[in-house]
């Protein structure tokens, strides 16, 4: 909280070079490609950072294998390559995984025709992951016994990629790194109303927390906000070529439903894909696609029905899910750019490409549309747009994304094996502390190793059922800007996407968590979650 204030408090009293809008995966990749090569940067949110879209994805980085149906080689080509630089790049993180497919009998193209396309897209990632394979319907059993195969024609298995922890957190380290490099970041601050006034820009903000004003000021405003993109435009009345329309995207989190940790695919009963998606002892199974108007929305019994419905058809399952097998539920909007009159398009066939429009005059930059996968490429191209309309970038060259350099790595591990740290693992994990901390602090765990030298407690399971140590909930407390408990336990970490919200105020650790997170305000953010528990 302390970090927070002190930010707000220079949010008001310095200049920047940048304003940016939205700290979804876009307004965080251009916070941290910016920073890094030597602007000035602002970042505000008036929710929590990843607080809508980008902390309700598939936790997925693909290249885009269905698009090759609509004969997008080139998008499919350039997120191939997104992909494969971003495996590179984050190793612990973006991780190669296996997708088991199964078509049905009567699917619109036969399963050979199918598998010819994972091949082509095998051959468009430039061979980077295992080659597919192709799998009669017996194979596909064998693999897996949670498939039904009774209606199945056969199937293939292919390569992708995943987020190991989620996609809040992922966004929340380019975050991270922006602060690293000078950044002045805050969440729960809205950006009211712009003025562009001789030559430079007055934001007026406010403070979601306490409900006091004030005003940011900046020679540029990047415009990251997401599904709200077109609102704000609205308010401060700029003009662009692109607008967005709205796809609903709802995931359901259940109890482990596979034997493999792999992504089963299959498409729904309405055409489109269909997922059930590994997430360490819980599946996430989903996703519906339907059009809404409003960016602001909700889970409805029909979207609960459509996926359960859907994973009970597809799956062998000893009992069908009911919605009292619902742990949690991940919900938001895609937003898809399009060019041109507003809903015109068919929204059906738009990919998740990104376009950004710039009014060069006034310095103001909109992105919209975009993905987790191509994020590498907006904060490079945000970069060159920003020197393009006059912000000086004194470390142009300068590369601002990917793990710290392997002597760093090795430091940590160095000085992680000289107390012992794995031995401390608790006895549920199958993962080594040492790897999940590199993986979800990079440099900042040794931060984390010299609290536990210190105190060998904080090396000790905080919760029960959830992966974290007592000294992570300090470390966040620190260095994470956790303003409401939903910050930590939704996005920070997935704890609220394996256990459920009742269970998760009720059980041990969970008072000290909150003490750890807010001190003497403790019991009233506890007493603010639950009273948002529907």
């Given amino acids: 909280m302390i970090l927070r204030e002190t930010n707000i408090s220079k949010l008001a009293n310095q200049e920047f070079d940048v304003l940016i809008l939205g700290a979804g995966i876009n307004g965080a990749v251009a916070a941290a490609s910016l920073s890094r090569k030597g602007a000035k940067v602002a970042l505000i949110d008036k929710g929590d950072f990843a607080g809508h879209t980008s902390s309700n994805s598939s936790n997925l980085a693909w290249g885009g294998i269905k698009y090759l149906e609509n004969h997008e080689y080139f998008l499919v080509n350039k997120l191939c390559k997104s992909r494969n630089h971003l495996m590179r790049s984050y190793p612990s993180t973006v991780r190669e995984i296996r997708f088991l497919t199964t078509l049905q009998k009567g699917f619109r193209f036969p399963a050979w025709f199918v598998y010819a396309g994972t091949v082509l897209y095998w051959l468009m990632g430039r061979f980077f992951t295992q080659r597919p394979n192709f799998l009669s319907s017996n194979e596909i059993k064998a693999l897996e016994p949670a498939i039904d195969v009774s209606n199945a024609q ?11 922890d989620n996609d809040a957190r992922f966004v929340y ?17 809205s950006g009211e109303d712009s003025e562009f006034k001789n030559g430079a820009w007055t934001t007026k903000a406010k403070d979601q927390e306490t409900g006091s004003t004030f005003t940011i000021k900046s020679k540029a ?4 906000c997401g599904p709200m993109v077109d609102k704000y435009n609205s308010t401060v009345e700029q003009t662009t070529e692109h607008n967005h329309l709205f796809s609903k995207g709802v995931h359901l989190i259940v109890d482990k439903l596979t034997k493999v940790d792999k992504v089963l695919a299959f498409f ?3 055409g489109r894909l269909f997922f059930v998606i590994p997430m360490g002892q819980k599946t996430c199974i989903g996703t519906t696609d339907n059009q809404v108007e409003n960016p602001i929305t909700d889970v409805t019994e029909d979207d609960r029905d459509f996926i359960l419905n859907n994973a009970n058809a597809l799956l062998d399952l000893d009992k069908p899910l009911t919605r009292d097998d619902i742990i949690s539920e991940r919900w938001g909007v895609r937003p898809l750019a399009i060019k041109g009159g507003k809903g015109k398009a068919d929204w059906v066939q738009l990919s998740r490409k990104h376009a950004i429009d710039v009014n060069k005059e006034q310095k103001y930059i909109s992105i919209f549309g975009g993905k987790l996968t191509d994020c590498i490429n907006v904060g490079e191209e945000v970069a060159q747009i920003a020197q393009d309309v006059g912000i000086e970038l004194k470390q142009a060259e300068s590369i601002w994304y990917g793990e710290s350099a392997a002597s760093i790595k090795r430091e940590f591990e160095y000085r992680a094996k000289l107390i012992d740290l794995d031995s401390m693992t608790p006895s549920y994990s199958s993962e080594k502390l040492t790897t999940r901390l590199w993986r979800r602090y990079d440099i900042h765990a040794l931060q984390i190793l010299d609290e536990i030298q210190r105190d060998p407690t904080q090396a000790e399971q905080l919760m029960e059922n959830a992966e974290y140590i007592r000294a992570e909930l300090h470390y966040a407390a620190r260095r994470e800007m956790i303003t409401r408990l939903e910050d930590f336990l939704r996005r920070r970490s997935k704890i609220e996407m394996v256990l459920r919200k ?22 009233q953010k506890k007493q603010e979650y639950i009273d948002n528990i529907q």
């Avoid at 380290?173 to 729960?188: C, H, K, L, P, Q």
């Avoid at 405003?221 to 990251?224: G, L, P, R, V």
């Fill in 154 to 164: 056969g199937g293939f298995e292919y390569s992708d990629a995943f987020l190991h």
């Fill in 173 to 189: 380290n380019f975050i991270r790194s922006s602060m690293d490099n000078g950044a002045i970041v805050a969440n729960y601050v």
């Fill in 221 to 224: 405003i990047i415009n990251a």
């Fill in 268 to 270: 729904a009963s309405d």
């Fill in 502 to 523: 009742k269970d998760i105020v009720s059980t041990a650790g969970i008072d000290e968590a909150c003490d750890i997170l807010f001190g003497d305000k403790a019991a």
